[in-house]
């Protein structure tokens, strides 16, 4: 039998196994929709806008371990989707987005919400594809899925003309899939790995560095913690990288780079050898690049080569799937014949000096303004740090990065590389679709952030979604006023908010619960009302000192270990 465009999009994810699917419809997408309203095989989740598709199907993706999939129609549909693919391509999140299109006759014509989405998406994307024959597209979708989720992880568009979704053909499911140019490597090279055996185990200083690959590579956590605990090694993850081991384990140093803790940028400028596993160097990690771990061997394992030697030169270094690696770095280690064992312990002693200039404490008085620190402090105590916690981005974002603490993988959803305000919200609402039973989602925003797609509580509410959001509510842009404080003389240049909603009555009118902290003596009896609503999404609006900054921090420019610490441990 043969099937139309629109069928065959249906039957590909089904065969894909796909369970959620976020869009919103538009005219050149209307048959696929048809097609979606006749099934029971997968759930569509109506966004209130396309950018929110997108964020929501990265923290579905992060929370499931499978690939979020997202539809949008053409032009504006797909233009708005823009921002959610460059945000899960960078930060290495497996996403296929479905566009429509003007049909294929009209294609260059400037036709009704045409646009180049695959010219547009080109740079934002790991991959794109037109589909130009119905007879193409299972064999495009089968591909799309399959480049998304293998290798570095990424962003995949399908843009499909509204004929193609008409057009009718013989529906063959390709069970394989062959792309000449693209073999991604798994398994590393075992020469290399020994070199990695020999050098970590000689190493006197050595600290590991770890990024989202550990997170994204199956079973890569574990191993990590063996290895770490094996070898008695320091550790510090990136932004991305946090639940890659535990918050409890000792080796833990906390984040490195520009806010990150004192002990973790000093270990990594002070090291002999730096192992870095499933990390790209990025700007925020290294500080100034030539001053970035000056002495140390490099090591890098990653399973995306141009990642390899790109910002910092890696002196020895393996291609593969993170877990795949450590597993085989393991093996070589439990074969290692050097009898000698390197002492850590001065190493540890210098560590622990470090660790003692405690440079994430502040000072909460009972009658100040609630600090924010001591909010996500609170939220940890409640939900036991068993919460999937998800941020938007600025200075909220830093903040629960240091003081909540993650203690597995796929529980830390934020926007790293592109840093999208916005985000948070949708991802959260992606994650809720996905928790086990009993598992919270908590949400924390900023005043800014939060407007960014707010829209989307109305899908909370559609789908019941009981998803607590935390707004740190200081009536600024923070992060921009921190640096306009800091480095343009606290000329305060549009960062300041004049006319905020009230967002406790927002929250009500969208059919949550809103609830509003003003006073350091609320904050912990109105935290545990919001925990305990669990039919519906509470947002709490937390009030909380203006201008209170996130330490330490390493000012542009400067190197990894000239952090500026805040008062409390000058």
């Known amino acids: ?9 249906v039957e590909c994810l089904k065969r894909e196994g796909v369970e959620l699917i976020f869009g919103y419809p538009g005219g050149s997408v209307l048959n696929i929709y048809d097609e979606i309203f006749k099934q029971n095989h997968f759930q569509h989740i109506l966004v209130r806008h396309e950018q929110a598709a997108l964020h929501a199907a990265n923290g579905y993706a992060r929370v499931s371990g499978r690939c979020g999939v997202a539809l949008v129609t053409s032009g504006p549909g797909a233009t708005n989707a823009v921002t959610g693919l460059a945000d899960s391509n960078m930060d290495s999140i497996p996403t296929v987005c479905f566009s429509g299109q003007a049909p294929s006759a009209l294609i260059g014509n400037d036709a009704f919400q045409e646009a180049d989405t695959v010219g547009i998406t080109r740079s934002v994307t790991k991959h794109n594809f037109l589909v130009k024959d119905v007879r193409e597209l299972a064999h495009v979708i089968r591909q799309a899925f399959y480049i998304a989720t293998t290798g570095r ?12 979704t008409q057009d009718r053909c013989e529906f063959i499911y390709p069970e394989t899939v062959d792309i000449r140019s693209y073999k991604p490597t798994r398994k590393g090279n075992h020469r290399q790995i020994k070199k990695i055996a020999d050098k970590i185990s000689q190493a006197k200083r050595p600290v590991l560095y770890t990024g989202g690959g550990v997170i994204s590579a199956a079973g890569a956590a574990p191993l990590l913690t ?13 932004l991305m990288g946090l639940g890659g081991v535990s918050c409890d384990n000792p080796h833990f140093l906390g984040m490195l ?9 000093m270990a990594v400028s002070h090291c002999d050898v730096l192992f870095a ?9 290294t500080a100034r690049l030539d001053a970035f771990a ?19 030169h890696a002196h020895t270094s393996v291609v593969g799937d993170v877990a795949v690696v450590l597993k085989q770095l393991l093996n070589e280690l439990a074969e290692h014949t050097n009898d000698e064992t390197v002492d850590l312990a001065p190493w540890w002693h210098e560590i622990e000096q470090w660790r003692a200039v405690k440079s994430l404490a502040y000072d909460q008085k009972p009658d100040e303004p609630i600090k924010p620190q001591l909010v996500i402090q609170s939220v940890h105590k409640i939900t036991h740090g068993d919460a999937i916690v998800a941020t938007d981005v600025g200075q909220h974002q830093m903040w629960t990065a240091q003081f909540y603490g993650f203690k597995e993988p796929n529980r830390w959803l934020t926007s790293g590389g592109l840093g999208t305000m916005g985000y948070g919200l949708p991802a959260a609402m992606g994650a809720q679709l996905v928790a086990k039973p009993g598992e919270r989602v908590v949400l924390f925003s900023g005043d800014a952030s939060i407007q960014m797609c707010i829209q989307e509580l109305s899908t909370l509410y559609q789908y019941k979604l009981p998803v607590v959001v935390i707004i740190l509510n200081n009536g600024y842009m923070g992060m921009v006023r921190q640096w306009q404080e800091m480095f343009y003389d606290s000329r305060y240049s549009h960062s300041y908010f004049d006319s905020l909603p009230d967002f406790v009555k927002l929250a009500d009118a969208y059919g949550g619960l809103g609830l509003r902290v003003d006073d350091l003596s609320e904050l912990d009896a109105t935290l545990q009302q919001a ?30 270990y000239e952090m500026k610490l805040g008062k409390e441990e000058r």
């Open 153 to 164: 992880p990424g962003a995949v568009l399908v843009d499909i003309p509204k004929d193609i």
């Open 257 to 265: 780079g520009m806010h990150g803790t004192y002990e973790a940028n």
């Open 277 to 285: 596993i499933g990390a790209r160097f990025d700007d925020r990690v």
């Open 531 to 560: 925990f305990d609503e669990t039919k519906r999404f509470v947002l709490v609006d937390v009030h909380v000192a203006k201008t209170e900054n996130v330490y330490p921090m390493v000012p542009a420019g400067a190197a990894l």
């Open 226 to 238: 063996q290895l770490v605990d094996q070898l008695n090694l320091p550790i510090t993850n990136t």
């Open 1 to 9: 039998m043969k099937l139309t465009g629109a069928q065959i999009f």
């Open 294 to 312: 000056p002495d140390a061997h490099v090591i890098h394992i990653d399973v995306d080569p141009s990642s390899i030697s790109k910002n910092i």
